[in-house]
């Protein structure tokens, strides 16, 4: 078996990319289609548990695991939704908080959930980019238990991104 470094592995960096670029378009989409009047919103923030958040986060990131056997189809939705939520919710922040206040509610949980979010989202993409990479007879000496393993490791890691970005969310975050 060819162990390649996952920084070297050119369909699992394919997918991180897509995903990155897809995730910061729906963003910018979601940002600048926020309606002008949102006094119809509620701006009272709710102070979850870290179990709360850790379960709700690990939920959507084992949805996406499982988005694998969409071909990403799934995952393509999670990604839209994601992106347009957190565009609205930065938009929304920022006018109901000012830039300052959003940066610290969002940002030091963010720094831990936003690379969870797009390794877990990319991680449903892999299927597709591989068989695509097979179809155009690149050489591709990576097998199939290479990737198993680097979907396992990578859900292990995105589990720890997890907490860390609940408890951080929890204590911090919610402070501001």
């Given at each position: 078996m060819v162990n390649i470094p996952i920084y070297k592995n050119k369909n699992i960096i394919i997918s991180w990319a897509i995903t990155l670029i897809?995730?910061?378009?729906?963003?910018?989409i979601g940002y600048k289609t926020v309606p002008s009047d949102t006094s119809n919103i509620d701006s009272n923030i709710i102070n979850y548990k870290i179990s709360e958040i850790f379960l709700n986060n690990s939920k959507i990131t084992l949805y996406n695991y499982i988005g694998i056997l969409s071909l990403g189809?799934?995952?393509?939705?999670?990604?839209?939704?994601?992106?347009?939520?957190?565009?609205?919710?930065l938009k929304f922040g920022i006018g109901e908080f000012?830039?300052?206040?959003?940066?610290?509610?969002?940002?030091?949980?963010?720094?831990?959930?936003?690379p969870a979010i797009i390794i877990s989202i990319s991680v449903g993409f892999l299927p597709i980019i591989v068989l695509i990479s097979k179809s155009k007879k690149h050489h591709d000496t990576t097998n199939f238990k290479y990737y198993c393993k680097y979907i396992f490791y990578s859900f292990l890691f995105v589990t720890f991104l997890n907490f860390i970005a609940a408890i951080v969310e929890s204590t911090i975050s919610m402070k501001f």
């Open positions: 897809l995730f910061i378009l729906f963003i910018f189809s799934f995952n393509l939705f999670n990604l839209i939704n994601n992106g347009l939520i957190i565009g609205h919710v000012g830039l300052l206040t959003s940066i610290l509610k969002l940002l030091p949980h963010a720094i831990f959930e936003i």
